[in-house]
């Protein structure tokens, strides 16, 4: 198995060419609950992203994938992101994003997070990766769980959004090696 390459998706270093959808998704107010975003980003902000992605994750303490299909019609359907690494605990946060509706339930996200729980274990020597997710966000859970996340906690009246206060569970994976 090659590292960055599942059996439905591919994970790449983004591109200026990916400017215009970060834009729209970054920018798409209904996942900025699930992501902790409260303003809006800036295509000038987000190219100055782009142009440092590809420094190190020891520098940076994070990493982001885009998540590309590999089928004859090759398309960018999400993305995927390491956070808060932590070198010394070999420990990251995970979430991943796919953007469009018609995308979502094909099996990417799940193929592109089996694709980077892989490198994190065997390249980047993790010991854990955790997550943070809403407890109405069933998808989600669903997804995680599959790969053998856990629930380990569950933080109260954690998240404040447009109906008020909801919880937020934290699910964890330890390395098996």
Request: aromatic share 12%; glycine share 6%; with cysteine.
């Amino acid at each position: 198995m090659k590292y960055l390459e599942g059996k439905l998706v591919q994970l790449r270093a983004p591109e200026t060419d990916d400017l215009e959808v970060l834009y729209k998704w970054e920018n798409n107010t209904d996942i900025w609950q699930v992501s902790n975003t409260i303003a809006p980003f800036s295509k000038v902000v987000l190219n100055k992203y782009i142009e440092t992605a590809h420094q190190d994750i020891y520098e940076t303490r994070q990493l982001r994938f885009m998540i590309d299909t590999l089928d004859d019609d090759t398309k960018t359907v999400g993305t995927i992101d390491l956070f808060d690494f932590d070198p010394y605990h070999l420990r990251a946060g995970i979430g991943v994003l796919i953007g469009d509706e018609p995308s979502r339930g094909k099996g990417y996200a799940q193929d592109a997070l089996k694709t980077i729980v892989s490198y994190s274990f065997t390249v980047l020597k993790l010991h854990q990766l955790y997550c943070h997710i809403d407890p109405a966000n069933e998808a989600s859970i669903n997804l995680f769980k599959n790969m053998g996340f856990r629930i380990v906690g569950e933080k109260q009246d954690w998240i404040w959004t447009r109906s008020g206060w909801t919880n937020e569970y934290i699910l964890q994976l330890i390395n098996p090696l």
